[in-house]
């Protein structure tokens, strides 16, 4: 397969159409899967903020206080709110704020960002990515997959790297449990997250910082003869991780 960036795209506005940009930009086939940064459907999607949007109230106080207390460095409990009022869990609320979105996706500060917004103060993630996708695609005008993608950090490892957040048009994961492997053993877990893969390929060649390309396409790739699967965040009772977390606290 190749993965190429998608030249010339413009910054990006509330209401822009971003499937149309990507159109007009390179010439698609049905076999690519177009990888969009979820910067630019978020800023299309209107999902721009600034602090003063968001009165900060106790919990916001006490978190933002808090750290401060522990790491000596000054937080904006306005900012604070905001993650609290765009998520639906609060996973962590020390030493930063790991915290469950609305659509499922587990991250540092609900994936709220205060780089590349456009020029507002925050940039929040798209309210529902997966319909996000979806309009991407049937704007499109081949019959090619969509990934949303965003950065993040992992447990256990250090740096960031692309994720899905939202997907449409094929499979999140494809299922190889019940074949074989090169020693004939059957494979009973394995279970493979492409969109994860794919935005991961995508995030390598369309950068960060200043320099980024907010849209990659993958050429070439094939899902190949196997089950796929819809699912890609773990729910609470399969999150062993997440369990345990709500049990330890936090010493500084």
């Given amino acids: 397969m190749e993965a190429f960036a998608v030249p010339g795209l413009p910054e990006f506005e509330a209401g822009d159409d971003v499937a149309a940009a990507i159109e007009s930009a390179c010439d698609l086939r049905d076999d690519d899967v177009v990888c969009v940064a979820s910067t630019i459907v978020s800023k299309a999607e209107g999902r721009t903020a600034d602090l003063a949007d968001y009165p900060a109230g106790p919990r916001a106080r006490e978190i933002a206080s808090r750290f401060e207390e522990q790491t000596g460095e000054e937080r904006d409990p306005r900012f604070a709110q905001a993650v609290l009022e ?3 869990d609060l996973v962590m609320d020390e030493p ?15 994936g709220i960002d205060r780089s590349n917004t456009g020029g507002a103060e925050l940039l929040l993630l798209p309210e529902r990515p997966s319909e996000s996708a ?5 704007g ?13 950090g992992r447990s256990f490892r250090h740096g960031q790297t692309g994720v ?4 449409a048009g094929m499979p999140a994961s494809r299922d190889w449990r019940g074949e074989t492997d090169r020693d004939g053993h059957e494979l009973e877990v394995t279970v493979e997250s492409v969109v994860d893969e794919l935005a991961a390929t995508a995030n ?3 950068g960060e910082g200043d320099d980024g390309t907010p849209a990659v396409i993958v050429r070439d790739w094939a899902f190949g003869e196997h089950e796929g699967s819809a699912n890609l965040y773990r729910d609470l009772e399969s999150d062993f991780v997440r369990q345990a977390l709500r049990e330890w606290s936090y010493e500084g």
């Fill in 86 to 88: 765009e998520s639906t």
């Fill in 96 to 110: 930063f704020l790991l915290t469950e979105t609305r659509f499922g996706h587990v991250g540092v500060n609900a």
């Fill in 134 to 138: 979806e309009r991407i695609r049937d």
């Fill in 140 to 152: 499109l005008p081949v019959d090619a997959p969509v990934i949303v993608t965003d950065t993040s």
């Fill in 164 to 167: 899905a957040i939202g997907w």
């Fill in 204 to 206: 390598l060649v369309s």
